[in-house]
């Protein structure tokens, strides 16, 4: 069955530019920075589309990279860029920089777009610390895009003609966090020696009592060849009895300009086992280069990655998707087709003119620092921008690889108590780390202080005849945990969903309650459940003096005023006024010791019920009601 879609476009208000921001295939388009050969500043993917501009650049600085040497340039040979359509043309050109803006042309290239990733040679090679591309493509017209990537946006810019002296306006400063995909092809000029250490990881399944072996990349960035490099391993584990250490000589020849990758292919590869613990836990690989060259540059010569060998499974893991109402169907069905039992969809809506709208939903928007939909997010590192023809083989994969990762929570449970007083919903939820080690300083990488809590109600919507769970409010977003969750301790939070007259029945019939632990800023979701309603229970009674609603000018006639305040002087949170038919019709949500109502908040003369919620030291929020009569 083919599915037709259309992308959404949400447009970003900016006060200074005309920009409009589509979604990306997420394709990777060009290699990753490499020394070598590219330099650019943005992650290699088609994230978003720009529109709005006939002229966009590029600033380079390439002597940030190596900021100890003396003379740090780089000679670009050619221009590396990224069209999402082809059949028109681009020229490109290169400027030294004078008082933070272009300055000279040193040269230029053009060419017809006949591909969508474009290496265009320029006529003579220019070397510089500093450097400005220019690239001319008008996209002042339907269809016609410059793509960008995830990034800051601080070095690249567009050139805003909406006020009267048009200048080069940075992506960021006109609200989007992302980088142009053009980069530049060439080499380093250096004053001195340089071995850098592009990569490092282990081989092998990272789990409790299995073998992996260390593996590198290096670049020799000189006009020397290097045939005495080592490359020290070191094995960082919050129990020092586990770490290890593994030193390996390169006894291949790296020649000049040139890179190496230790593989199963290079000799002695097999010697260097590392044999993980059998305690699950979390570990830091940091790997170190020398060589008989002096390096007066050393940032990169170590490289660090934390691993984790963790061995328990979350009991759900979540996809979250970022819609609109209009195009949610065809997206949320192909989902379907892909979804292990265990991998759930979660939704929301941060446009607010959607039916399924509400502020929590661009909250979390926001908090993933998205500026186009539609989005997916799977296990929270994993992401799909936009919709298109490899969007299923996109989720397919990515829906394999989350459901296969492990966690350090051995174990949660989530207590749901309904106090009858305050109308609420207690959910005292408990995170259980059975047998796993994790760093505890900050001087390793501390997963725990790096760690948010999120825990958020949604509500079961039809969506063009299927159910999917909606957000409804989050009860907790992004919290920073309140303790230490090391190998044999828990961790317990509790928190209020306060009902506001929805029944217990339609709780349990239409919403569950997911939460989760996340890696901050977006990161990885380490641990993920949820639950519905039907395990509630009530709280017992206990014999405590009743909390009075008192008032003054009961009934409240035309001119005068009604004072209301609690008898034991706590301050009334919030404040409900309904009429006989339940309706409410009037409400304040900050808290005031005394409130004065007169008759004009009241549409009518009539009966009305006041329902006043306080805050109780030992059962957190309760409430109190009061019948008044209005007489107008």
Known sequence: MRIAFAFCLLLV????????????????VLPPQDRDYSFAYHTGSDDFRLYGSNLWAVRFDFGAVYPTFSLCEFAVQRALLYFPQTGDSVKVELFSEVAGLPGQRLTWTQAEVQSNVLSLDFPQTVQAEVLWMLVSYSTNFSNRFVSASAGGG???????????????????????????????????????????????????????????????????????????????????????????????????????????????????YYDHLISLPEQ?????????????????????????????????????????????????????????????????????????????????????????????????????????TGYTPSYANQYDLLAAETVQEKTFVSSSECRLTYTQQNDAVSAAITFTNQDTALFATTADYNLISNTRLFIGLYRKEQILGGEYYVLSRWITHNA?????????????????????????????????????????????????????????????????????????????RAGNF????????????????????????????????????????????????????YRDDRHGFRHSNLKISVIK
Not at 336 to 356: C, E, K, M, R, W
């Open 13 to 28: 208000a900016v006060s200074a530019a005309a920009l409009e921001i589509f979604p990306g295939s997420g394709e990777t």
């Open 154 to 268: 601080t070095r690249s810019y567009h050139w805003n003609t909406n006020v009267q002296h048009p200048y080069f306006q940075s992506l960021a400063s006109a609200g989007f966090n992302c980088e142009l995909l053009f980069g530049v092809g060439g080499e380093f000029v250096l004053s001195d020696f340089d071995l850098e250490l592009t990569e490092i990881d282990v081989v092998g399944l990272v789990a409790p009592r299995e073998d992996v072996y260390p593996t590198f990349s290096l670049y020799n960035h000189s006009d020397l060849s290097i045939s005495d490099a080592v490359v020290n391993f070191r094995l960082l584990t919050p129990e020092q009895q586990f770490n290890q250490t593994r030193i390996i000589s390169v006894a291949d020849i790296i020649a000049p300009r040139s890179s190496y990758t230790w593989d199963p292919g290079s000799p002695g």
């Open 280 to 384: 699950p836990m979390q570990m830091r690989l940091r790997a170190t280069i020398s060589s008989s060259q002096a390096e007066p540059d050393t940032l990169n010569n170590s490289r660090d990655r934390y691993i984790y060998s963790f061995s328990h499974s979350s009991p759900v893991y979540l996809t979250e998707n970022f819609l609109r109402y209009s195009f949610a169907s065809p997206l949320l069905a192909l989902q379907d087709q892909y979804n292990p039992a265990n991998l759930h969809s979660i939704s929301y809506f941060p446009v607010l003119g959607d039916t399924l709208a509400n502020v929590g939903a661009v909250q979390h928007f926001n908090w993933y620092g998205f500026n186009s939909l539609p989005r997916t997010v799977l296990g929270g590192n994993r992401r799909i």
């Open 480 to 556: 920073t945990l309140g303790g230490p969750l090391g190998a044999g301790e828990s961790l317990s939070t509790t928190d209020t969903i306060l009902l506001n007259n929805l029944s217990l029945a339609e709780l349990n019939q239409n919403y569950r309650l997911y939460y989760w632990l996340q890696v901050r800023n977006g990161g990885r979701i380490l641990y993920s459940a949820w639950s519905d309603f039907s395990s509630v229970v009530s709280a017992p009674d206990e014999l405590s003096p009743p909390v009075e609603l008192l008032s003054s000018s009961n009934p409240l």
């Open 562 to 613: 009604m004072q209301l305040r609690l008898s034991n002087s706590a301050p009334i949170h919030r404040l409900m006024v309904y009429n006989l038919k339940g309706q409410l019709i009037h409400s304040l949500d900050q808290p005031h010791s005394e409130i004065i109502l007169s008759e004009r908040d009241f549409p009518a003369s009539g009966i009305y019920l006041v329902k006043a919620v």
